[in-house]
């Protein structure tokens, strides 16, 4: 793992001069045999900065798989933040689909060529790409094609089920929390829910329960904008309007939008697609609120941080509009990925410098806390500024210390935790993944 983000990249520039020149014949639309070949091309012109595997399997059984870079892949390293692009969630919205097939193929071309840029990305992160989340739902569309598919064929699984409406409903259980002071992170799953959600989204979950991703983003189609959290309005009764529904780290969402729009050729523009969004970015629930999406259980099951980016108007665009849409995302792509360089990581330890997993941190003023990977190390996303940050976990004191985090690469800040005095062993209830499966949602509030 190479050390160093703190030089500003001239990024459009060297991805100009560094990039391959496409034409029109590099792109096609791929099926799910075709899309396979393609994820193992690469691994095999890449095999030692390069992983398959398969997080699970469509309704249909065709694999999710996950392309890896890494430069060692298949291994966390301590302080190397885990990242995900997710594709085609909607089968029928195909755009993200194939631009995650066509960066992984640009990602592996560039480190060949020794980009520098690329190779402290790939050396320095460990990134996941999934193009296809409904790969079932992929082919219902494509056997339309792009001339004549419908708005929602082939938009859900095989069962014709909406994967971005199939998460567990845990904002309900935050908003209840926001007035009871209850937990504000890692919020517990219903009794039950395995049987309550589609293999993609189980296989999805259980990903995410696997890997400590810090960022992500889930490329849509149908708009133009990087829309972020929350999708689901806090006041759902006022029917017709649309109200504002901010998380607690609002201000670095919008940022994280905003590093997307305003690194895409187009997006940040605002007029797409008949519509208007400021500065090409939108909260979720001022658009329309959404329940049991994505992006919002990201945030309130894990430490991960995603946006949805809806990328074209056309969901289904024909092979010939793919080399423009590249060419327009392309930066946004490398762009986004390095925002999970910013902010705060560190590791915390006992007295003994064993790494202590699943501790709790918290910044002062911000009401959502983030915890320690197995390995004992975290990544909190910040804007620039002055915190305070306290590190917790059951049976240690607390130790809370101030940093300043400026513009560039991450700032280190570790902790080391004493050993509580053993009276003193059950004055702060931990609120760890361990201790989940005890907490009880309210029967008219849970997930539904």
């Known amino acids: 793992m190479l050390q160093g983000w703190n030089?500003?990249?001239?990024?459009?520039?060297?991805?100009?001069?560094?990039?391959?020149?496409?034409?029109?014949?590099?792109?096609?639309?791929?099926?799910?045999?075709?899309?396979?070949?393609?994820?193992?091309?690469?691994?095999?012109?890449?095999?030692?900065?390069?992983?398959?595997?398969?997080?699970?399997?469509?309704?249909?059984?065709?694999?999710?798989?996950?392309?890896?870079?890494?430069?060692?892949?298949?291994?966390?390293?301590?302080?190397?933040?885990?990242?995900?692009?997710?594709?085609?969630?909607?089968?029928?919205?195909?755009?993200?689909?194939?631009?995650?097939?066509?960066?992984?193929?640009?990602?592996?071309e560039e480190y060949r060529a020794g980009n520098q840029r690329i190779m402290r990305l790939i050396h320095d992160t460990r990134i996941h790409i999934l193009p296809s989340m409904n790969p079932d739902g992929y082919e219902v569309a494509a056997r339309q094609g792009p001339e004549f598919n419908g708005y929602l064929v082939g938009r859900g699984?095989?069962?014709?089920?909406?994967?971005?409406?199939?998460?567990?409903?845990?904002?309900?259980?935050?908003?209840?929390?926001?007035?009871?002071?209850g937990r504000n992170h890692h919020l517990p799953l219903p009794d039950n829910w395995e049987q309550q959600v589609e293999p993609e989204t189980l296989a999805v979950i259980k990903w995410m329960q696997n890997y400590n991703f810090i960022l992500s983003a889930n490329l849509h189609g149908g708009a133009v904008v990087a829309n972020y959290p929350f999708d689901k309005s806090r006041d759902p009764r006022i029917r017709g309007r649309t109200t504002y529904s901010a998380t607690a780290d609002d201000k670095i969402f919008k940022q994280l939008a905003r590093t997307y729009s305003y690194a895409h050729s187009w997006m940040h523009k605002g007029w797409n697609c008949g519509d208007f969004f400021n500065e090409g970015i939108t909260n979720g629930a001022s658009w329309y609120s959404l329940s049991k999406g994505m992006q919002d259980f990201n945030y309130l099951y894990s430490n991960c941080f995603e946006i949805t980016l809806e990328l074209s108007c056309d969901k289904f665009p024909p092979a010939s509009a793919l080399p423009r849409e590249?060419?327009?995302?392309?930066?946004?792509?490398?762009?986004?990925?390095?925002q999970v360089h910013h902010g705060i990581k560190g590791m915390v330890y006992d007295e003994n410098n064993n790494p202590i997993g699943n501790a709790e941190i918290a910044v002062s003023g911000i009401n959502h806390d983030v915890s320690t990977g197995v390995d004992g190390d975290y990544f909190r996303l910040l804007l620039p500024g002055t915190y305070t940050v306290t590190a917790s976990a059951p049976g240690y004191v607390p130790t809370t210390s101030t940093v300043t985090v400026g513009p560039a690469e991450a700032i280190q800040l570790h902790f080391y935790l004493k050993a509580a005095p053993k009276q003193n062993l059950n004055i702060k209830a931990h609120h760890g993944k361990k201790n989940l499966s005890s907490t009880k949602v309210p029967l008219n509030l849970g997930p539904r």
Not at 326 to 338: I, K, T
């Open 7 to 108: 030089r500003p990249w001239l990024g459009a520039l060297l991805l100009g001069l560094m990039g391959t020149l496409v034409s029109g014949s590099d792109f096609q639309h791929h099926h799910y045999e075709e899309l396979v070949r393609a994820l193992f091309a690469v691994q095999s012109e890449c095999p030692y900065i390069t992983r398959i595997y398969s997080i699970g399997h469509s309704v249909e059984g065709r694999h999710l798989y996950v392309l890896e870079f890494s430069d060692n892949p298949g291994i966390h390293e301590a302080l190397e933040p885990e990242f995900k692009y997710v594709g085609n969630m909607h089968g029928n919205e195909v755009l993200g689909r194939e631009l995650l097939i066509k960066f992984s193929q640009f990602l592996c």
């Open 326 to 338: 590249w060419l327009g995302n392309r930066e946004a792509l490398v762009s986004y990925l390095e």
């Open 157 to 181: 699984n095989s069962r014709d089920i909406d994967l971005n409406r199939n998460f567990p409903d845990l904002n309900a259980l935050m908003y209840y929390y926001e007035k009871t002071s």
